[in-house]
């Protein structure tokens, strides 16, 4: 079924894309917010774990992988960089926003699987409660004011248009 090729495509992009998010978010923690190092790691797993798993499926079901795999990677280590050089507080801002959009886009995806397909259904559930932590902690660390409110829509609209763009590639 082309819908549920789809599904697995963009989530194994997007799981790439984070992993280079937080990678660049890390590098620059290091050095600037070590108190912050320990739990970009630990999301930093967590998205490993995601992208393996969805990589497992792109493999066994012979599926393509997105062909601009490459530029997500570029994309999100840039996102991740220029968030992490801004403050600790753009990145967590970064965080809630990128979880947040992509929360959505996996509760819709588990309404069509449940139906269609019961594998994939389950693969998108087994990492809903991750994102779920990442986003919650992002929303709890990161700054409401107001001057972060561009961060938050800038980080939002190329998230969606990486994920729609990924639909099509
Ligand atoms: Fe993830
Ligand atoms: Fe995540």
Request: hydrophobic share 45%.
């Amino acid at each position: 079924m082309k819908e549920v090729e789809r599904i697995i495509r963009v989530n194994h992009a997007g799981e790439y894309g984070a992993i280079n998010i937080y990678t660049a978010q890390l590098l620059v923690s290091k050095i600037l917010h070590k108190d912050i190092v320990p739990k970009l790691e630990e999301m930093i797993e967590h998205e490993k774990k995601h992208f393996r798993i969805f990589n497992d499926l792109l493999v066994t079901r012979d599926i393509r992988r997105c062909y601009a795999l490459s530029f997500w990677a570029l994309g999100g280590f840039s996102l991740g960089f220029f968030t992490a050089m801004l403050g600790r507080n753009a990145i967590w801002v970064c965080t809630n926003s990128i979880e947040s959009t992509v929360l959505h886009h996996l509760n819709w995806q588990l309404a069509y699987l449940k139906s269609n397909d019961i594998e994939a259904h389950d693969a998108v559930l087994s990492i809903k409660a991750d994102e779920e932590s990442h986003q919650e902690y992002g929303q709890k660390h990161g700054s409401e004011s107001l001057v972060y409110r561009p961060i938050f829509w800038l980080v939002r609209k190329s998230t969606e248009l990486a994920i729609w763009l990924s639909t099509k590639l």
